[in-house]
C-alpha cells in the first residue's frame, strides 16, 4: 500500500466504499484466513491497518472499469468556447456525467 494521502482520490473513494457499506473506513482489520476481522478478534501481534485499506483493490477494480468513457461523457467535457480549458475542469464534468447517468 502506498503511503496515506488523505487527498487521494483513491483513498477518498475507499473510505467512500466503507461508509457505503456501513462500515467504519478507520476501524483496524486484519486479513487472516481469506475474510476480514476486527482486531480485536484477533491475537495482538496480527498486524493490522485501516479497513479502508482493505477495500483498495476494489476501488481500483472499478477506477479501471470507469477509464474509456462513454461518448456521453465525451459530450460533456468543457471546451471550444474560447475559454481557457483546465484538466481539473474535465476531469470534474466527466465525472459529474458518470454520476448523473448513474442516477437516472
Not at 58 to 80: F, I
Amino acid at each position: 500500500m502506498a503511503a496515506h494521502n488523505p487527498n487521494s482520490p483513491i483513498e477518498r473513494a475507499a473510505r467512500a466504499l466503507c461508509e457505503a457499506r456501513g462500515l467504519d473506513p478507520n476501524e483496524r482489520v486484519s486479513r487472516g484466513l481469506g475474510f476480514q476481522r476486527a482486531v480485536t478478534d484477533v491475537r495482538p501481534a496480527v498486524p493490522s491497518w485501516p479497513r479502508w485499506e482493505s477495500v483498495v483493490e476494489e476501488v481500483l477494480a472499478v477506477v479501471a472499469a470507469l477509464r474509456e468513457p462513454s461518448p456521453d461523457m465525451l459530450t460533456a467535457a468543457p471546451g471550444g468556447d474560447g475559454f481557457p480549458v483546465y484538466p481539473e475542469d474535465i476531469w470534474r464534468a466527466l465525472i459529474d456525467k458518470l454520476l448523473d447517468d448513474g442516477r437516472e
